[in-house]
């Protein structure tokens, strides 16, 4: 189950296939787009190039739940959803400041904790306010 056949993106970019091996049989795997991007923070803009790194950085996750899955379904071709990622990952979810939020992304928050968390490390008040005034 270690050999995978070429990836390939769907032509409305919605969904990659790929083939693994399972019990020496070939089985066509298909994860949605949208997992990668809750998942693996695939951009929602990104093209095919990027799409594959991202996919290909993954596998070996990936192809752990597509064989889990394989375990308890066995079939030719499967579908993996992000209700396949969710059970036990919630620690490798993306986290929430930089998530989309009306189509522009919310990175402000988590700015915020990053100032203070160093504010809180930095030992000089002079320094401190030298490096809040070069963030804001």
Same mark, same amino acid.
């Given at each position: 189950m270690h050999a995978p056949f070429e990836p390939t993106i769907s032509a409305d970019k919605r969904? &990659? /296939? $790929?083939?693994? &091996?399972?019990? %020496?049989?070939?089985?066509t795997c298909v994860v949605s787009?949208? /997992?990668?991007?809750?998942? $693996?923070?695939?951009?929602? !803009?990104? !093209?095919?190039?990027? /799409? &594959?790194?991202?996919?290909?950085? %993954? $596998?070996r996750r990936i192809r752990a739940i597509a064989e889990r899955k394989l375990l308890t379904r066995p079939s030719k071709q499967?579908?993996?959803?992000?209700?396949? $990622?969710?059970?036990?990952?919630? =620690? =490798?979810? =993306?986290?929430?400041?930089? =998530?989309? +939020?009306? %189509?522009?992304?919310k990175w402000d928050t988590g700015r915020r904790r990053l100032v203070a968390l160093l504010m809180r490390t930095v030992s000089s008040s002079d320094c401190g306010a030298s &490096?809040?005034? !070069? +963030?804001g």
């Open positions: 969904h &990659l /296939t $790929f083939v693994i &091996l399972s019990r %020496g049989e070939p089985v787009r949208a /997992t990668l991007e809750a998942y $693996f923070w695939l951009a929602p !803009n990104a !093209n095919d190039a990027w /799409t &594959l790194k991202v996919f290909i950085d %993954g $596998f499967i579908e993996l959803s992000a209700a396949d $990622f969710a059970k036990g990952s919630a =620690r =490798r979810s =993306r986290p929430s400041a930089g =998530r989309a +939020v009306g %189509g522009a992304i &490096l809040a005034s !070069n +963030v």
